[in-house]
């Protein structure tokens, strides 16, 4: 079955560092992938998406990456700040128009980030 | 706009009682979704829909129902509440599927007792 995989533990960075977060996948190779951004008690907000023909995406201090040959994107914030402190999904888009079926979003548990001051 | 809003925002409900959680969206799209949230599980799918009168399983659709009789609602429910049904419940909108960015709702965190 298609698996998602991101840090399960929370990952701790001093402010002003670069954060990195891991989503892996297995058994599916996704046309897309999606990060939100999502704090306590509200709901995911988007944040970046990247094609499977794309290797790099930018927006102002975050970067993603996607490498479908070892299933894994990549999510740096650079200059991180107290403020970048949230959970951090991955999605994947499954069942793409490729094969047919309908699109659906599926997402990982997500990693914690905590910046600190 | 309002985006995706979802009614209620709270709910305890007791064992074996139904209730039905609203999700409406003002920006004409055409993918709804809805997940659950459970503590070190993420969000799940339980249903989605690709278009008004469509509807398809997610991952998780045991316990479940729900329909899509207009665009911009989709209705989850619960037939029979079990305490397993305990989560935040979280609504999605988007205009095409994984290939555009999902706006979501606040939430509704329901208890089953």
């Known amino acids: 079955s298609q698996k998602i995989e991101q840090n399960s533990e929370a990952l701790n960075i001093q402010e002003g560092k670069t954060a990195t977060l891991t989503c892996n996948y297995t058994?599916?190779?996704?046309?897309?992938l999606q990060w939100y951004r999502q704090d306590p008690g509200r709901g995911p907000v988007f944040l970046l998406l990247i094609r499977e023909n794309e290797k790099e995406k930018r927006k102002e201090r975050l970067k993603v990456t996607f490498d479908t040959t070892l299933k894994q994107s990549l999510f740096h914030i650079t200059a991180s700040q107290p403020a970048d402190s949230a959970t951090y999904l991955c999605?994947?888009?499954?069942?793409?128009?490729?094969?047919?079926?309908?699109?659906?979003?599926?997402f990982g548990a997500g990693t914690r980030l905590a910046v600190h001051p | 706009n309002a985006g995706v809003t979802q009614t209620p925002k709270f709910r305890v409900l007791k064992t074996g009682q139904s209730m039905t959680l609203l999700c409406a969206q003002d920006m004409n799209h055409e993918y709804m979704y809805w997940y659950r949230q459970d503590p070190g599980m993420g969000l799940r799918l339980i249903h989605y829909s690709v278009g008004e009168g469509t509807t398809a399983k997610g991952e998780v659709p045991d316990g479940y129902n729900v329909s899509r009789l207009k665009k911009q609602n989709f209705l989850l429910g619960l037939e029979s509440a079990a305490p397993s049904q305990t989560s935040v419940y979280f609504c999605a909108s988007s205009y095409s599927g994984g290939l555009t960015e999902a706006f979501f709702g606040q939430g509704t965190r329901l208890t089953v007792v």
């Open positions: 058994n599916y190779s996704p046309a897309y």
């Open positions: 999605a994947l888009d499954l069942l793409g128009p490729r094969s047919g079926g309908y699109n659906k979003l599926i």
